[in-house]
C-alpha cells in the first residue's frame, strides 16, 4: 500500500508540475513578439521524440544546434552524407543540399527531414552519417500544409521473418532492430518479422547474431546469409 500511495504521490506531483510549467510558458509566449511565437511554436511541432535514449556526444549536440536555427531561419543546408545502403555506391559519401523541416529521435538516433534538391523530394538523413554542415545563404520556404506527424518514410514492402534460438531472445528484444514490426514466442525460439526496402538495411544486424539466428524468409536473404557465411570462412581459411 505505502508503495502504491508513493507512486500516486510521484504521478500527481508531476501532473501539477507539467500543469504549471505549460502555465508558465504560455505567459512568456504571451509576450513574446507574434514572429517568434510563430518561431518558437514551429520549432516545438519540428521535434519528435519516438523512443529515448542515451545523452549525445559534443559532435551530435553541436549538428542538432545547427539544424534547429536553419529549421527556424529557413536556410538551406548543405553536407556530406554516407549513405551505407545506397544502389549507387556503398562507400563514396555525396553532397547534398536540404530544406530542413524538422528533426526527429528515434531509438537514439536523430534525423533530420528534409527537402532534398538531389531526390527532389521529403527524405529522412541519420545525423550520424552527416559532415561538414554548413547553412547557406539561401532560404526557402516551408509548404504551407506541412507537418510532421503526416509524413511517412519511404515505402518498406520487403517482409522478413527470422528465428532466433531462445537463449538469445532475451537479447534481441533488449537490441531490437528499428526494422521490427511484430514477434511471437515459440517452442524453438523468438519469430521476429521485419519491415525492410532493401536487403542490405539489415544484413549486418543479422550477421551479428551468428548461428542464433535462421532467416525463414524471403528465400533471397536465406541465400545471401549463405553467401555472407562463405566469404567470411574464405576470410579465415588458413
Given at each position: 500500500?505505502?508503495?502504491?500511495?508513493?507512486?500516486?504521490?510521484?504521478?500527481?506531483?508531476?501532473?501539477q508540475?507539467?500543469?504549471?510549467?505549460?502555465?508558465a510558458?504560455?505567459?512568456?509566449a504571451?509576450?513574446?513578439?507574434?514572429?517568434?511565437?510563430?518561431?518558437?511554436d514551429?520549432?516545438?511541432?519540428?521535434?519528435?521524440?519516438?523512443?529515448?535514449?542515451?545523452?549525445?556526444?559534443?559532435?551530435?549536440?553541436?549538428?542538432?544546434?545547427?539544424?534547429?536555427?536553419?529549421i527556424?531561419?529557413?536556410?538551406t543546408?548543405?553536407?556530406r552524407?554516407?549513405?551505407?545502403?545506397?544502389?549507387?555506391?556503398?562507400?563514396?559519401?555525396?553532397?547534398?543540399?536540404?530544406?530542413?523541416y524538422?528533426l526527429?529521435?528515434?531509438?537514439?538516433?536523430?534525423?533530420?527531414?528534409?527537402?532534398?534538391h538531389?531526390?527532389?523530394d521529403?527524405?529522412v538523413?541519420?545525423?550520424?552519417?552527416?559532415?561538414?554542415?554548413?547553412?547557406?545563404?539561401?532560404?526557402?520556404?516551408?509548404p504551407?500544409?506541412?507537418?510532421?506527424?503526416e509524413?511517412?518514410s519511404?515505402?518498406?514492402?520487403?517482409?522478413?521473418?527470422?528465428?532466433?534460438?531462445?537463449e538469445?531472445?532475451?537479447?534481441?528484444?533488449?537490441?531490437?532492430?528499428?526494422?521490427?514490426?511484430?514477434?511471437?514466442?515459440?517452442?524453438?525460439?523468438?519469430?521476429?518479422?521485419?519491415?525492410?526496402?532493401?536487403?542490405?538495411?539489415?544484413?549486418?544486424?543479422?550477421?551479428?547474431?551468428?548461428?542464433?539466428?535462421?532467416?525463414?524468409?524471403?528465400?533471397?536473404?536465406?541465400r545471401?546469409?549463405?553467401?555472407?557465411?562463405?566469404?567470411?570462412?574464405?576470410?579465415?581459411?588458413?
Amino acid at each position: 500500500m505505502l508503495l502504491l500511495g508513493s507512486d500516486f504521490m510521484a504521478q500527481n506531483f508531476d501532473a501539477q508540475y507539467r500543469q504549471a510549467a505549460q502555465a508558465a510558458g504560455r505567459k512568456i509566449a504571451g509576450v513574446l513578439p507574434e514572429k517568434l511565437r510563430d518561431d518558437v511554436d514551429y520549432l516545438q511541432k519540428s521535434i519528435r521524440f519516438v523512443a529515448f535514449g542515451t545523452a549525445h556526444n559534443p559532435t551530435e549536440q553541436e549538428l542538432l544546434q545547427q539544424l534547429r536555427r536553419a529549421i527556424i531561419e529557413r536556410t538551406t543546408v548543405r553536407f556530406r552524407y554516407h549513405t551505407r545502403h545506397s544502389r549507387e555506391s556503398q562507400h563514396a559519401p555525396t553532397v547534398r543540399e536540404a530544406n530542413p523541416y524538422g528533426l526527429v529521435h528515434i531509438y537514439n538516433v536523430w534525423n533530420l527531414l528534409a527537402y532534398c534538391h538531389m531526390r527532389k523530394d521529403v527524405r529522412v538523413f541519420r545525423l550520424d552519417r552527416m559532415e561538414d554542415l554548413e547553412l547557406l545563404t539561401k532560404t526557402f520556404e516551408r509548404p504551407a500544409n506541412f507537418a510532421m506527424q503526416e509524413q511517412r518514410s519511404e515505402v518498406r514492402d520487403i517482409t522478413v521473418r527470422v528465428l532466433f534460438a531462445k537463449e538469445v531472445m532475451r537479447w534481441v528484444r533488449e537490441s531490437r532492430s528499428y526494422y521490427m514490426v511484430a514477434e511471437e514466442e515459440t517452442p524453438e525460439g523468438l519469430v521476429v518479422t521485419l519491415k525492410i526496402r532493401q536487403e542490405s538495411e539489415i544484413v549486418q544486424w543479422l550477421l551479428g547474431w551468428g548461428r542464433h539466428m535462421q532467416v525463414l524468409e524471403p528465400a533471397s536473404l536465406r541465400r545471401r546469409m549463405v553467401e555472407e557465411a562463405e566469404r567470411m570462412l574464405r576470410n579465415h581459411a588458413p
